[in-house]
């Protein structure tokens, strides 16, 4: 990866890539007949498509601890005994449900490549051309019933720096401000 523009990745030979996350269909949980419906959507969908996709599934565990702490935090500014019990209660029982169980996420993702063939690269021609591709996905998508939202630059680099620094999640996670200093070359 070179940068990230304007929400776009910009990689090595002129090769491009926009993400957007999208929400999942619980396909077992539909009739029949909706299922055929979908079936067929998602074929029409994907013929309509300008362009090659990537479908990216993210499964990470949730980290518990740190809810657990959050919701431990906002106990201290509660007045109420019976309120600051309930959360005690909360706490205890969330621990319980999840002692010896890993809970997890699931993310998902659509990429759209996107490559210029010209050395002479406008990237606010190759942002336009990206964005067509863009719309008709995004449109796709929402036609099947789910919702899509493209990543934004800050948005892209913690994806990839969860990618690449799995084990650092916890201890040092990238904040926004942090990745807006990156991004305006103003390093710490």
């Given amino acids: 990866m070179k940068e990230v523009r304007d929400g776009i990745l910009v990689l090595p030979n002129n090769q491009y890539r926009l993400i957007i996350e999208t929400s999942s269909i619980n396909f077992e949980l539909?009739?029949?007949?909706?299922?055929?419906?979908?079936?067929?959507?998602?074929?029409?969908?994907?013929?309509?498509?300008?362009?090659?996709?990537?479908?990216?599934?993210?499964?990470?565990e949730v980290d518990i601890d740190?809810?657990?702490?959050?919701?431990?935090?906002?106990?201290?500014?509660?007045?109420?005994?019976?309120?600051?019990?309930?959360?005690?209660?909360?706490?205890?029982?969330i621990k319980n449900l999840?002692?010896?169980?890993?809970?997890l996420s699931r993310r998902f993702y659509v990429v759209i490549p996107y490559q210029h063939l010209d050395r002479n690269k406008d990237f606010n021609l190759i942002k336009e051309q990206i964005y067509l591709n863009r719309d008709i996905v995004q449109r796709g998508l929402e036609r099947l019933g789910?919702?899509?939202?493209?990543?934004?630059?800050?948005?892209?680099l913690d994806l990839f720096y969860n990618f690449y620094n799995p084990s650092q999640i916890k201890t040092q996670e990238l904040k926004g401000?942090?990745?807006?200093?990156?991004?305006?070359?103003q390093y710490v």
């Fill in 30 to 60: 539909k009739s029949e007949a909706e299922q055929d419906v979908l079936i067929d959507s998602f074929q029409n969908f994907l013929n309509s498509l300008p362009c090659a996709l990537q479908v990216l599934i993210r499964v990470r």
């Fill in 66 to 93: 740190r809810y657990l702490e959050a919701i431990s935090q906002s106990k201290k500014n509660e007045k109420e005994k019976i309120y600051k019990e309930q959360t005690d209660n909360y706490c205890d029982f």
């Fill in 98 to 103: 999840v002692a010896g169980n890993k809970i």
């Fill in 146 to 156: 789910m919702k899509a939202r493209v990543l934004d630059s800050l948005e892209l």
């Fill in 177 to 185: 401000q942090t990745i807006q200093m990156l991004l305006e070359n």
